[in-house]
């Protein structure tokens, strides 16, 4: 079931060095379910902050943070982290891998946390895979793997326990143009066909044309948030 | 119930390879240190069990807890002979008891240096008490009452003139070696001789012990109960295998405390190499640490997942360690026991010393990762993806 995501007055402050920062104020914000976010905005507005709140993560100081059914200001962390494991799928800018790990073993890692038999593990690993179109890549490492690949490796760890939501932190920061549209048109046919609901972070605004809406933060506040009408690719 | 999947800490082990092969080494010495210890513990243990006979009673000085203290009166000497009717009479009706006479001395050895060797006067009921634990190898045995001595095998490459055919000073005489023995445990490594001719030349009137064969299960308390308030001797009796199992268990503690201070010092130094080494991996891989929690393992898991690559490289060192030690498996070596005189005995790694070891090093990698693997289990993946 897909899930909107809601925030209802958050605040999430810093302290460094006796300053406290606050990175993110009384923040609103409603999110439909399997609808594909860009969340754009200038370093240091709280972008990351604001994904990592919403992928429980990191706790906000105050305020409701509810994604589907669930208010994850009430967990604990470790109750946290086993939300994570079942709900979210995140995608980095980069490093997302372990490099010791084959990219078969990599997208099997949160597999490992859901009560599977070691054939169906490696099946959904390998659909997950072959999803992204890297099949024929499963036993190799990170390192022979390029950019672009160890991105859709990223992507085909996240869906791989089938979760609703999908936080990419600047997905294609790393990547050259190709690259980065190949990886943005994978996101959007994850929200296409298996109607997940994706936030993704991204400085590009052509990156941002893939998806639905448009979020912009400034300062830890909310600004617009923009339809794009015409999303790119066409499809 | 979910933990890290065992490949990623064993592969991360192989990939900083350099850092392991140290913390492993320093592992591997210690553990070598330990095993090493034990092994010659357990050769002395061997030693001294392997003849212990329940049917031979010691008699010495009441408070003596040794022989080379103990000291009884030739009188004294002829009163138990004679008075202790559990003592066995051989077939001429004579009781089979002797009364010798036991003393460390200071020889010199082949390889330079001196060192104490123990010397036994005995008489010949001694060789009847022994039956077939006592064997002549070479030449022949000494004639009672003349200056010449017979040598256990195991002195017989280690210490200056006790071949057979030397001439052998001890104190202002002269005696001559006329055959070797050869006999359990700590006798091969001794110089036997005749009881009152060597009393003689180390001008030592007194005995040290009877040894006497009795029935094996012969109350040897109740025979020094009897003497309990006799004011002519009150004797210490106890068979020989609960003797040597004392000297061995007086020996056995120096030697673990010996053994056991240098593994704990080395032990100490190998923990904080291997926290040393721990906290540099996490400090390299704080961000796939970040990545795991991202994921949704717990900080237990985490917790035990870096415990368990500690605990992975204590094993190694352990498994270095006892390789070390293996190939001295069955090396004769020569100490000072407690009535400080040489003995020899083989260095004997048993499976049980080998697993001691082991849990050693496992012990060690334990105890130096719980502060790393704690410190990774502690980071909010936040902290962890964002150093990275
Ligand atoms: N753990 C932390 N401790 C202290 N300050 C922090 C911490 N995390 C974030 N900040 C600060 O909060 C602010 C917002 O950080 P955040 O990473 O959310 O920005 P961002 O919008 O993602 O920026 P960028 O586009 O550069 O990634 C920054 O000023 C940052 O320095
Ligand atoms: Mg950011």
New interface residues.
């Given amino acids: 079931m897909p899930a909107a995501i809601r925030l209802r007055s958050v605040t999430k402050s810093y302290s460094k060095g006796g300053q406290t920062l606050r990175v993110l104020d009384e923040l609103d914000l409603d999110m439909d379910a399997a609808t594909f976010y860009a969340l754009m905005g200038p370093s240091g507005s709280g972008k990351t902050t604001l994904l990592?709140l919403v992928?429980g993560?990191?706790q906000a100081d105050e305020g409701v943070v509810q994604v589907g059914d669930e208010d994850l200001a009430a967990m604990q962390?470790?109750e946290l982290?086993?939300?994570?494991?079942?709900h979210v799928g995140?995608v980095?800018q980069g490093?997302?891998?372990?490099?010791?790990?084959s990219a078969r073993?990599n997208v099997?890692?949160?597999l490992?946390?859901a009560p599977l038999s070691r054939r169906q593990r490696r099946q959904q690993a390998e659909r997950a895979l072959e999803l992204v179109g890297l099949a024929d890549r499963m036993n190799h490492k990170p390192r022979e793997l390029s950019g672009g690949q160890e991105q859709r490796v990223a992507i085909a760890?996240a869906i791989a326990t089938d979760p609703q939501v999908i936080l990419a932190d600047e997905p294609t920061g790393d990547l050259d143009r190709d690259t980065a549209d190949a990886v943005l048109e994978m996101l959007r046919r994850l929200n296409r066909e298996l109607h997940k609901t994706i936030l993704m972070v991204t400085h590009d605004p052509q990156a941002a044309t893939y998806a639905d809406k448009t979020i912009h933060l400034d300062k830890g506040k909310l600004g617009r948030i923009e339809e794009n009408a015409t999303p790119t690719g066409g499809s | 119930m979910a933990i890290v999947p065992l490949q990623y800490n064993v592969r991360s082990l192989f990939v900083r390879s350099s850092s392991t092969i140290l913390t492993v080494l320093a592992v591997g010495a210690t553990i070598a240190v330990l095993a090493g210890m034990l092994s010659l513990q357990q050769g002395f243990a061997v030693l001294f069990q392997e003849r212990g006979r329940t049917d031979l009673a010691l008699f010495m000085r009441q408070g003596a807890t040794s022989e080379g203290e103990s000291g009884i009166t030739l009188e004294q000497c002829n009163i138990l002979k004679k008075e202790v009717p559990e003592v066995i009479r051989d077939d001429g009706g004579r009781p089979m008891a002797s009364a010798e006479m036991f003393l460390a001395v200071r020889l010199r050895k082949f390889d330079g240096g001196e060192t104490n060797v123990a010397i036994r006067g005995v008489e010949p009921m001694t060789f009847a008490i022994h039956g077939d634990d006592v064997v002549i190898t070479e030449g022949e045995n000494f004639t009672p009452g003349t200056d010449e001595l017979i040598v256990g095998v195991g002195l017989l490459e280690r210490i200056a003139n006790c071949r057979v055919g030397d001439n052998l000073q001890i104190n202002t005489s002269t005696f001559r070696i006329v055959g070797a023995f050869s006999g359990k445990g700590g006798y091969r490594s001794e110089i036997w001789g005749d009881v009152d001719r060597l009393s003689d030349a180390l001008e030592r009137p007194v005995r040290s012990r009877i040894l006497a064969r009795v029935s094996p299960d012969a109350d040897l308390d109740a025979i020094a109960a009897r003497y309990d308030d006799d004011l002519r001797l009150q004797p210490k009796v106890m068979n020989e295998r609960d003797y040597l199992a004392s000297q061995t268990s007086s020996l056995t503690t120096r030697f673990m405390f010996v053994g056991g201070f240098l593994a704990l010092i080395m032990g100490i130094g190998a923990v904080f190499t291997g926290t040393n080494s721990m906290l540099a991996a996490i400090g390299a891989r704080t961000h796939e640490i970040g990545i795991l929690k991202a994921v949704g393992y717990k900080p237990w898991a985490i917790f035990v997942a870096f415990l368990g690559e500690s605990l992975l490289l204590g094993l190694l060192g352990g498994v270095v360690g006892c390789l070390l030690v293996l190939p001295l498996q069955g090396a004769e070596t020569g100490t000072v026991n407690s009535t400080f005189s040489e003995v020899t005995f083989a260095f004997r790694t048993t499976p049980a010393a080998m697993l001691t070891s082991i849990l050693f090093a496992a012990g060690l990698g334990i105890v130096g990762g719980v502060v790393p693997a704690w410190r990774a289990s502690r980071m909010t993946p936040t902290q962890a993806l964002r150093r990275g």
């Fill in positions: 990592n992928g993560l990191d962390s470790s982290a086993e939300w994570r494991s079942e995140f980095f490093f997302n891998l372990l490099p010791v790990l073993e099997e890692l949160p490992l946390l760890r």
